[in-house]
């Protein structure tokens, strides 16, 4: 164990603290939450579409189903029309029926149109609410790919800063002994970040207590030979 190993210790948690923001960035991506939200939207969206659009369906059925029936009753109404004009029939009881019929035969025709109109107004209201919702549903799913591509781009973007921090920390910590940096790993993981420490006066830098003096000279006197630790957090004291 070398002073410069300590030293190099430091550099290393400069590194690992890099890397934590890194990550940290990644993983709290404010584009994160507005894709959730965005999406969320979207199916609640697309969801709504689906029932107006059942709604819709049965209701244009309805309406030609109507007007269908419609044409069908002005159909016998003419066809009655043309009998009751042909002259074949000379019967007054019977053209009088026929009469009967045709003026049956219209009011039932206005009727169907009346309640075609009603049908048809219902249709309209439901045409304008498909076209909102399917303008709601392309600007939200602008906004989803949108997202997605912006958090695709900053993750790429994030992934090459790792591994190039990730090549220097492999660097630094070249001349560092496997054990020291795993017992440096080991209480960086328990220390919420602080593995290890300068130690500045009778201060360790790392939890900013301090140490008696004495014990402080002792870790500058041993530090080429033995590996000393805070008190207080547990930290590699640097002198
Ligand atoms: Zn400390």
């Known amino acids: 164990m070398s002073?410069?190993?300590?030293?190099?210790?430091?550099?290393?948690?400069?590194s690992d603290i890099t890397l934590d923001q890194l990550r940290h960035r990644r993983a709290a991506m404010p584009e994160r939450?507005?894709?959730?939200?965005?999406?969320?939207?979207?199916?609640?969206?697309?969801?709504?579409?689906?029932?107006?659009?059942?709604?819709?369906?049965?209701?244009?059925?309805?309406?030609?189903?109507?007007?269908?029936?419609a044409q069908t009753v002005g159909e016998r109404a003419d066809e009655v029309n043309k009998r009751l004009y042909s002259g074949t029939i000379s019967s007054p009881r019977e053209l009088q029926a026929m009469q009967a019929d045709i003026d049956m035969l219209h009011r039932r025709r206005s009727d169907?149109?009346?309640?075609?109109?009603?049908?048809?107004?219902?249709?309209?209201?439901?045409?304008?609410?498909?076209?909102?919702?399917?303008?709601?549903?392309?600007?939200?799913?602008?906004?989803?790919?949108?997202?997605?591509?912006?958090?695709?781009?900053?993750?790429?973007?994030?992934?090459?800063?790792?591994?190039r921090e990730m090549a220097a920390r492999a660097t630094l910590a070249e001349p560092i002994a496997d054990s020291l940096l795993?017992?440096?790993?080991?209480?960086?993981?328990?220390?919420?970040?602080?593995?290890?420490?300068?130690?500045?006066?009778?201060?360790?830098?790392?939890?900013?207590?301090?140490?008696?003096?004495?014990?402080?000279?002792r870790v500058r006197r041993d530090a080429g030979s033995v590996v000393s630790y805070c008190d207080n957090c547990s930290a590699i004291l640097v002198p």
């Open 112 to 163: 169907l149109e009346d309640e075609e109109l009603e049908v048809m107004e219902q249709r309209e209201t439901l045409d304008s609410e498909l076209a909102t919702l399917d303008a709601q549903i392309a600007s939200l799913q602008a906004s989803v790919s949108e997202l997605t591509a912006t958090i695709a781009a900053t993750e790429a973007e994030i992934d090459a800063d790792v591994a």
């Open 33 to 69: 939450a507005e894709l959730t939200a965005r999406s969320a939207d979207l199916r609640a969206t697309e969801a709504e579409r689906a029932e107006v659009g059942e709604r819709h369906r049965v209701v244009l059925a309805e309406e030609r189903r109507i007007d269908d029936e």
């Open 182 to 217: 795993r017992d440096y790993d080991r209480r960086r993981a328990q220390n919420r970040g602080a593995g290890a420490a300068r130690l500045v006066g009778t201060t360790c830098q790392a939890c900013h207590l301090t140490i008696p003096s004495t014990e402080a000279e």
């Open 3 to 14: 002073i410069d190993e300590l030293e190099a210790l430091l550099l290393v948690q400069d």
